[in-house]
């Protein structure tokens, strides 16, 4: 084991280490010849080793210096997970300024906004694309100086006098190298644990973004402590195809790749993310539960086009590993004809679907962010690939909870993180406190007042419990969510919107009740899955929305609600959950119609208002109701679609009898 | 005649145009009986975007291929590169610089994405037979230089993603887009695009118009295309050839065309006021 000679060095030469910059300057002498980032471009992987990169992060540095950076600044970073930005972050630490990385699906708007709450004064941008965007609302941003960009297409021919190509400043940052570096030098021996490491911008659930300002004593603690906990080693591949403007994306690819020193890889395009995951083969992994849960639709659709053999051959060693593969994983003994058989099916099917996957080498993989269905979860873990559960937030740098090597449920989110400590409030909300937790919301006292008391415990939101015995925190749902139903019932909206998500045909769902006298639904069809459906029935359709109200579509919708309303009855506690009655909406949630996060969880208020007309038909025994709805093109120009929509109901179980069974 | 005839002007979008690159002098173009050109002269500046609009059967397809050197006029000059160009196969023209796509897709279907670009390399292989055989010395250093510019062509159309996928699979506004790289992939000096809108919805329009105007901005490329779509053309090309039963019936500008009474009559519809 090569690894072995270094983690020696490791652990004895980063007792000091306190900044990014200064792991970068460790890495460089531990690891400088290995490689630190990865992208494909132009059809081949081009790597850059940790001496490279730290030259790369030292030419931007002075680059910025030379632009008139100074130390306290915010420089926002809009852009993909490429190299380049990665480095972007890392120079701007550097000189002593704050990296605040952006959504880069973000309209102009939004953009605006955030902009002008940290008041960047310099903007690094991907392409043309953001460039545009940033151009198209500068007037109204008095602090905006100057822009950065990297991809030079199509944006030759702007205006530069407020704008720079990213090589250009390099070169000229290399170019007064000779005056520059004594005062790099200097800001970065100013730096320390207290020092902001980075700028966050939270989605926020409700109203307006909050930006979480995290210390590099935050970073740094974090990382190390999650890296000792998953045994993450130099060596280790990550894929970094999530937003860089999420707190997990900053973690796993800044923090604890530079702590750990493990590589970096970057997909060629958003596009290629799936061919790209195969050939890096990543061993460390993260991924929410909606790409999990897309991957496997995807599995599904395509078994169901393969062969007769093959579907058997699929069916029979799946079931096998239903039964013994998460065993397995745990460690536990399983006999010796089931071993075999394991192996066999590891053989021909498990070991090449893990392959198409991309999860060949995977040993630690995680998903977060929403509920897993359980099927889901036992579906990759029965596979043999090592997927846990955590639970976080940008407020703790991520780690909250998280679950140890063979102690893996689908249902439970983990123990504690190392250096965490957790308490319940009476209400059942989940309160932690850790090194990780943030410093304060930018220029938001009142709500870091709000969420993070005197003693440094920090409110979460959601509301759950520690099992006993396994202390595992179970979440139930969001705190605010959780209400009662008119007759005093516990309604939970969430477990039974996971519940129906778990059908491949079903997008999303958004459960009401609250203080009502029984539930209802709204439903998103997934168009692949449906679609799919459809063309093997030969039923054609024009649109989502045709699809979407097609009988037959709304009929399997139907008997799917049913099948959870059994589920759900089995939880006397949650039976009252059941849905009433559904309709399938003519449109897709979607996050520029701010009717869910850039994260993708819905907006539970907003969906509220803007559909007040389609619920109150759920409730006042209508078949029929038809509705207009405003929607945002990707360029954000506006339009509205019309539709009819029918109502449905289905059939609840009751508790009282499903328990006398 | 408009002052811009010349050549050698800025373009309000800041492009240089430079001197004429293709001149077409007095073509007349005849299959048996049926006149399909007649007597047409008009230019093409390097650097510039230049479009042949017309009615259904007016010969702008016909005009596409005597460029391409596929049909040979009866009568008229061709002059490219300050030369005049003697009759020659369409492979010499493609040799010359010139490269084209066409009305209906023309791929290999069975083939990738990848391997159809590479096909558009051709002109710029030398290896000989054996050492194409043996892959060595020579063929190898070729491949490997073609491959980097085709990956470069690749990357600037932003079809990564279906590198590998046989062309046979693939809807019709990528196909287009494949065509278009396999085109660009020869460097030429002048690319013909026939109809490269063609049966396109609103969204694939907009892509490809980007496309289109990136090729000119960023390569230089000299561009001639035929096309329907009306507001494409008057948004994307400096200059519009219009043509009406195979005769020039206007030349100029997007507004100068617009504005020319025998041009709105022919072509666009005879106003109601």
């Known amino acids: 084991m090569i690894w072995e000679d270094n983690l020696a060095p490791l652990s004895t030469a980063t007792a000091d280490m306190q900044t990014i910059p200064q792991l970068l300057e460790r890495n460089v002498a531990l690891y400088g010849g290995k490689a630190a980032y990865r992208e494909k471009e132009f059809g081949i992987w081009q790597s850059w080793t940790w001496a490279e990169t730290a030259k790369e992060i030292d030419a931007l540095a002075l680059g910025l210096l030379n632009l008139g950076v100074n130390e306290g600044d915010h420089i926002a970073i809009i852009g993909r997970n490429r190299p380049y930005m990665y480095w972007a972050m890392v120079a701007a630490q550097k000189c002593g300024a704050v990296p605040v990385p952006l959504y880069q699906d973000a309209v102009a708007e939004e953009i605006a906004y955030v902009l002008d709450h940290c008041g960047a004064r310099f903007v690094i941008a991907q392409d043309q694309e953001q460039v545009d965007k940033v151009v198209e609302v500068q007037d109204k941003l008095t602090g905006l100086e100057h822009m950065i960009y990297l991809d030079p297409r199509g944006v030759r021919k702007y205006d530069h006098s407020k704008l720079t190509r990213y090589q250009t400043l390099q070169e000229q940052g290399l170019a007064a190298k000779a005056q520059l570096q004594p005062e790099l030098d200097a800001r970065l021996a100013r730096q320390g644990s207290d020092t902001t490491c980075v700028m966050l911008y939270t989605s926020g659930t409700t109203g307006r973004p909050k930006g979480v300002v995290l210390s590099n004593r935050n970073v740094v603690e974090t990382s190390k402590n999650s890296s000792e906990f998953d045994h993450l080693r130099p060596g280790d591949e990550i894929l970094a195809y999530l937003p860089m403007a999420w707190v997990g994306d900053f973690i796993f690819s800044i923090g604890q790749a530079y702590w750990t020193g493990f590589c970096v890889n970057c997909p060629e395009s958003p596009d290629t993310m799936h061919s790209d995951l195969r050939e890096i083969g990543p061993t460390y992994y993260f991924a929410p539960p909606r790409v999990f849960e897309t991957q496997l639709t995807n599995v599904m659709i395509r078994m169901e086009d393969a062969g007769r053999f093959k579907q058997w051959l699929f069916h029979h060693f799946m079931a096998h590993a239903k039964k013994v593969g998460p065993d397995l994983l745990d460690g536990k003994s399983v006999g010796f004809g089931d071993k075999l058989k394991y192996k066999l099916g590891d053989l021909l099917v498990f070991g090449p679907l893990k392959n198409t996957l991309g999860f060949s080498r995977v040993r630690v993989g995680y998903t977060a962010g929403e509920a897993i269905g359980p099927e889901i979860f036992d579906f990759y873990r029965s596979l043999g690939i090592n997927l846990k559960q955590l639970y976080g937030q940008t407020e703790a740098c991520v780690f909250i909870t998280q679950q140890p090597d063979g102690e893996v449920r689908s249902d439970t989110v983990g123990v504690a993180s190392p250096g965490v400590e957790l308490k319940i409030a009476g209400n059942g909300e989940v309160f932690y406190r850790s090194p990780g937790v943030f410093v304060e919301y930018f220029k938001n006292a009142e709500s870091t007042a709000d969420t993070k008391d005197k003693e440094g415990w920090v409110a979460t939101g959601d509301a759950g419990f520690i099992e006993d015995g396994s202390g595992h925190l179970r979440i139930i749902d969001r705190a605010k969510d959780v209400g009662k139903m008119a007759d005093g019932a516990l309604f939970a909206p969430k477990y039974v919107e996971n519940k129906l998500k778990f059908f491949p045909n079903i997008l999303e769902a958004v459960v009401f009740g609250n203080e009502r006298d029984r539930c209802a639904a709204f439903i998103n069809i997934d168009l692949t899955a449906v679609g799919n459906w459809a063309e093997r029935n030969n039923i054609a359709y024009s649109s989502y929305q045709e699809l979407a109200g097609h009988p037959q579509v709304l009929a399997t919708i139907q008997a799917h609600v049913e099948e959870v309303n059994v589920s759900v009855a089995q939880d006397p506690m949650l039976a009252g959950c059941q849905i009433h009655r559904f309709l399938v909406l003519h449109k897709q949630l979607d996050a520029d119609d701010g009717e869910l996060t850039r994260t993708l969880k819905v907006r539970r208020r907003i969906i509220e208002e803007k559909y007040a007309d389609l619920i109150n038909a759920l409730y006042d025994g209508s078949d029929h109701v038809s509705t207009e709805t405003e929607v945002t093109y990707e360029d954000g120009r506006k339009g509205s679609i019309k539709a009819v929509l029918e109502l449905r109901d289905a059939k609840v179980v009751s508790a009282v009898k499903m328990a006398a069974e | ?273």
């Open chain 2, 1 to 273: 005649m408009n002052d811009m005839s010349g050549g050698n002007y800025m373009t309000a979008d800041g492009r240089q145009i430079g001197n004429t690159l293709m001149e077409m002098k007095n073509i007349t173009l005849r299959f048996g009986g049926v006149v399909a050109i007649s007597d047409i002269s008009f230019d093409i500046h390097e650097g510039e975007i230049r479009a042949i609009i017309g009615p259904n059967g007016a010969g702008k397809s016909s005009m596409l291929n005597v460029i391409s050197g596929f049909y040979h006029p009866q009568e008229g000059e061709v002059w490219f590169r300050g030369e005049r160009r003697p009759t020659m196969k369409p492979y010499q023209v493609a040799a010359q610089g010139i490269a084209r796509t066409f009305q209906n897709i023309a791929l290999f279907n069975g083939m990738s994405v990848l391997d159809n670009v590479m096909t558009g390399r051709l002109t710029h292989m030398n290896a000989g037979l054996f050492s194409q055989a043996l892959w060595r010395g020579k063929a190898e250093r070729e491949e490997v230089e073609n491959r980097e510019t085709v990956e470069k062509i690749i990357d600037f159309l932003e079809i990564q993603a279906i590198r590998k996928t046989p062309v046979g699979r693939l809807p019709y506004g990528l196909k287009k887009r494949v065509e278009l790289a396999r085109a660009l992939a020869a460097e030429p000096k002048l690319l013909l695009l026939d109809e490269p809108m063609a049966g396109m919805n609103v969204e694939e329009k907009e892509d490809m118009s980007r496309f289109i105007l990136d090729v000119n901005d960023e390569f230089g490329t000299t561009i001639a295309l035929i096309e329907h779509d009306m507001g494409v053309v008057m948004d994307l090309s400096d200059r519009v050839v219009v043509m009406d039963y195979g005769r020039k019936i206007g030349d100029g500008t997007p507004d100068e065309v617009r504005n020319n009474q025998e041009v709105i009559d022919a072509y666009l519809g005879v106003s109601h006021d």
